[in-house]
């Protein structure tokens, strides 16, 4: 037996299929036949056998083990997904709950504002931020809230006043703890 034929019979031993397995069956037969070697070369080919079906086993483990791998990350990703909705849950309660605070303050320097003198409130009013200068306005009576604008600086004043018409234009604004404006959906 030629040396190519030998390594053809030892390439279909190591990738058996069907067709390999019995083109495999024939030379090594014919080697057992025709050379004195035969032995070694059958004990090759089984080895060699043995080989690939340990390499089987090993991928078919490895697939198993990716396969858990992969279900142990869907859980991990279904368990953070949930962790999220809760922590947005969460956040959206607290910004609740500071819209509320933060009217609840407005809603006494309204009144804490209304008791003083018209001069006070304009001293006042003119050192907040413009938004919540607009905010305690709008929260006064319109006669007291004339009165303060009266006193102001006309510059300041005028400002205030854009800033009111503006939010009365913007209907579909709101403000935010922060002291900002931010739209709101409106209802249909």
Same mark, same amino acid.
């Given at each position: 037996?030629?040396?190519?034929?030998?390594?053809? #019979?030892?390439?279909?031993?190591?990738?058996?299929?069907?067709? @390999? +397995?019995?083109?495999? /069956?024939?030379?090594? =037969?014919?080697?057992?036949?025709?050379?004195? *070697?035969?032995? /070694? !070369?059958?004990? #090759? !080919?089984?080895?060699?056998?043995?080989?690939?079906?340990?390499?089987?086993?090993?991928?078919?483990?490895?697939?198993?083990?990716?396969?858990?791998?992969?279900?142990?990350? *869907?859980?991990?990703?279904?368990?953070?997904?949930?962790? !999220?909705?809760?922590?947005? @849950?969460?956040?959206?309660? &607290?910004? @609740? @709950?500071?819209?509320?605070?933060? +009217? /609840?303050?407005?809603?006494?320097?309204?009144? &804490? $504002?209304?008791?003083?003198?018209? =001069?006070?409130?304009?001293?006042?009013?003119? +050192?907040?931020?413009?938004?919540?200068?607009?905010? !305690?306005?709008?929260?006064?009576?319109?006669?007291? /809230?004339?009165?303060?604008?009266? %006193?102001?600086?006309?510059?300041?004043? #005028?400002?205030?006043?854009?800033?009111? %018409?503006?939010?009365?234009?913007? #209907?579909? $604004?709101?403000?935010?703890? *922060?002291?900002? *404006?931010?739209?709101?959906? +409106?209802?249909?």
């Amino acid at each position: 037996m030629t040396t190519a034929e030998l390594l053809f #019979a030892l390439f279909l031993a190591a990738n058996p299929t069907p067709e @390999a +397995s019995d083109a495999a /069956a024939e030379p090594a =037969e014919a080697v057992a036949v025709e050379g004195g *070697d035969s032995r /070694a !070369i059958l004990e #090759a !080919i089984q080895r060699e056998r043995d080989l690939v079906a340990r390499e089987r086993a090993e991928v078919a483990a490895a697939r198993q083990d990716l396969r858990r791998a992969e279900a142990d990350l *869907d859980a991990k990703i279904t368990k953070l997904e949930r962790v !999220i909705e809760e922590r947005q @849950a969460v956040e959206k309660a &607290i910004l @609740a @709950a500071k819209e509320v605070l933060f +009217s /609840a303050r407005l809603a006494r320097l309204v009144e &804490i $504002t209304s008791k003083m003198s018209a =001069e006070r409130s304009a001293v006042y009013l003119d +050192s907040l931020s413009e938004g919540t200068a607009v905010s !305690i306005l709008e929260g006064l009576p319109p006669r007291k /809230a004339a009165l303060i604008l009266s %006193l102001l600086q006309p510059s300041k004043a #005028a400002k205030l006043s854009r800033l009111y %018409l503006k939010r009365e234009h913007n #209907a579909d $604004t709101r403000r935010t703890a *922060d002291g900002n *404006d931010e739209r709101v959906a +409106s209802p249909e």
